[in-house]
């Protein structure tokens, strides 16, 4: 016979809420996604993002703290969504540098296709908003810093090209990476974001030797 433990109905009531909870997140998140793409940070209207999550509006402040916050965790939920960390984990994991970095640069790529309106829009909110600029510019930081890792790993096993050192060079790569790149020429050449790797590997050829012993 089974016997039930006294806690298993409250255990189970726990898991329920935190399931509510967890979708009550995620209705908000994409409500916050759309109305941030159509009207932008300072027009984003929460009593809207609230209608359409169908929650009040005392709950968005209570799960994010201000619109900041909402618009941090958007960001946050898009690098989630696209498991951007586990990727550039897996390729640093590679032994051969010039694997890894080829790894990282398609892994960008990738990214970058998860959500290619929503990163518009933050490119654009960075740019003229100091408080969304705030919420990307640490993003964009992280992105530029892993690169870094992958060009360190290049540069000891000489790969670079004259007249780039570590910093030029991550510079020049981080750039090149990025989604403004990534978007012009997937735009330009109707093609997928995550599609676009191989090219901007060759343009990386003139800064890092990929192909040759």
Same mark, same amino acid.
């Given at each position: 016979?089974?016997?039930?433990?006294?806690?298993?109905?409250?255990?189970?009531?726990?898991?329920?809420?935190?399931?509510?909870?967890?979708?009550?997140?995620?209705?908000?998140?994409?409500?916050?996604?759309?109305?941030?793409?159509?009207?932008?940070?300072?027009?984003?209207?929460?009593?809207?993002?609230?209608?359409?999550?169908?929650?009040?509006?005392?709950?968005?402040?209570?799960?994010?703290?201000?619109?900041?916050?909402?618009?941090?965790?958007?960001?946050? +939920?898009?690098?989630?969504?696209?498991?951007?960390?586990?990727?550039?984990?897996?390729?640093?994991?590679?032994?051969?540098? &010039?694997?890894?970095?080829?790894?990282? &640069?398609?892994?960008?790529?990738?990214?970058?296709?998860?959500?290619? +309106?929503?990163?518009?829009?933050?490119?654009?909110?960075?740019?003229? +908003?100091?408080?969304?600029?705030?919420?990307?510019?640490?993003?964009?930081?992280?992105?530029?810093?892993?690169?870094?890792?992958?060009?360190?790993?290049?540069?000891?096993?000489?790969?670079?090209?004259?007249?780039?050192?570590?910093?030029?060079?991550?510079?020049?790569?981080?750039?090149?990476?990025?989604?403004?790149?990534?978007?012009?020429?997937?735009?330009?050449?109707?093609?997928?974001?995550?599609?676009?790797?191989?090219?901007?590997?060759?343009?990386?050829?003139?800064?890092?030797?990929?192909?040759?012993?």
């Amino acid at each position: 016979m089974k016997v039930v433990g006294r806690d298993e109905p409250q255990t189970r009531r726990q898991g329920l809420r935190a399931r509510g909870a967890e979708r009550t997140r995620t209705n908000i998140l994409t409500a916050a996604r759309q109305h941030l793409i159509d009207a932008g940070y300072r027009n984003l209207s929460l009593e809207q993002v609230a209608a359409d999550a169908e929650v009040t509006r005392v709950t968005i402040y209570r799960k994010f703290g201000s619109k900041l916050g909402l618009l941090d965790a958007v960001a946050e +939920d898009l690098s989630q969504r696209a498991g951007l960390v586990d990727g550039m984990r897996a390729a640093s994991a590679l032994d051969d540098p &010039v694997a890894a970095f080829t790894a990282m &640069v398609t892994e960008l790529c990738r990214f970058w296709n998860t959500d290619p +309106d929503l990163f518009r829009r933050l490119i654009t909110l960075s740019a003229v +908003d100091p408080e969304a600029h705030e919420v990307i510019s640490s993003r964009e930081q992280w992105r530029f810093d892993q690169v870094t890792l992958f060009v360190t790993r290049l540069a000891a096993a000489g790969r670079l090209r004259h007249p780039f050192g570590t910093f030029t060079a991550a510079t020049t790569i981080g750039a090149v990476t990025g989604f403004t790149t990534c978007d012009e020429i997937a735009s330009r050449l109707h093609l997928s974001h995550d599609r676009t790797d191989n090219l901007l590997l060759a343009m990386l050829h003139g800064v890092v030797r990929l192909d040759e012993g």
